[in-house]
């Protein structure tokens, strides 16, 4: 296959199949160099098209190589035999993300391969990056690797939560069919209105990007849908990178918004963290503004292109 500056579609081997991926090359690439390579890692419960497709023309645009891809069972991503589409598993994600790691360690023009994680990729690379020292650099956007806090602030919610995941894998047991019932979440019909009024934390912050009318919802992203898997809470109310935040040796960026709901994500991870990471918070921008806002985008990006590049 011959590459070329920009978006190269590739695939990799993951869990026996063929995973789908967006290879951002920068311009003049030329394969006889030698580059800095990204794993890129989205938010839940994204596909390709989305995070992938805004952080990496950006970070190809600062020299790098960037991989973004959709998860088993998300996008242009298989789901295993006998199971279902849009099941985007904590534990998996991880594995996936080793197999994205050992791709670009095939490729003879990447050189150090380091991992960007921005919202749940934030986590996932923190997670991976745990015993997969061919990363050797991480940076996380808006991230929420100390999940705990933010997840099991109200135990009750949580429960509830647990309980409908519980009930959704007991009937998807049963039935052998996939049920698309997860709870306290935009769906691909409502309103602004509609899903403010649920109470869900960050919601008008959330629909911005995510909502029928965001800049990124259903119909204007391919192949995103706002269902999800109902099982889906029983992994990721597990935060591997918060229990595992000491062990992590390598250099190590956050980047995250005072103000946005889920600071506590990057402060508590940060305090967990023993490897003197580099901390850039801003009192500006939301949690989902780092997402898609053209000035909240640049500072970001830009702050990763100079932690990558020492």
Request: aromatic share 12%; charged share 20%; glycine share 10%.
């Amino acid at each position: 296959m011959k590459l070329q500056a920009g978006k190269n579609n590739v695939t990799f081997t993951s869990f026996g199949v063929q995973l789908a991926g967006d290879l951002y090359l920068p311009e003049g690439f030329d394969s006889n160099k030698k580059y800095k390579a990204l794993v890129g890692a989205s938010p839940f419960p994204q596909v390709k098209g989305q995070i992938p497709a805004i952080y990496g023309p950006e970070m190809a645009k600062r020299g790098f190589i960037y991989l973004g891809f959709d998860y088993l069972g998300m996008g242009d991503s298989p789901a295993l035999p006998g199971e279902y589409k849009k099941s985007r598993y904590m534990f998996r994600l991880i594995e996936n993300t080793w197999d994205a790691v050992s791709y670009l360690g095939t490729l003879p023009f990447v050189d150090e391969i380091y991992g960007l994680g921005v919202c749940q990729g934030g986590s996932i690379i923190a997670s991976a990056a745990v015993t997969d020292h061919r990363i050797k650099k991480i940076a996380t956007v808006s991230g929420m690797m100390a999940a705990d806090a933010f997840q099991w602030g109200n135990r009750d919610i949580a429960n509830m939560v647990i309980a409908g995941a519980n009930a959704s894998k007991q009937k998807m047991y049963e039935t052998g069919e996939a049920d698309y019932t997860w709870p306290i979440v935009l769906n691909d019909s409502m309103t602004r209105e509609e899903f403010v009024a649920t109470g869900t934390p960050m919601a008008d912050d959330t629909y911005n990007f995510y909502g029928k009318d965001g800049v990124a919802g259903p119909g204007k992203v391919e192949h995103f849908t706002c269902e999800h898997i109902g099982d889906q809470p029983m992994q990721s109310l597990i935060s591997i990178a918060e229990a595992y935040a000491d062990k992590i040796v390598q250099p190590t960026l956050v980047v995250y918004g005072t103000k946005a709901a889920t600071a506590i994500c990057s402060t508590q991870f940060i305090d967990k963290l023993t490897n003197n990471p580099e901390v850039l918070a801003v009192d500006e921008f939301s949690h989902v503004d780092f997402y898609w806002k053209p000035e909240a985008v640049k500072l970001s990006t830009d702050a990763v292109a100079e932690f990558f590049n020492k």
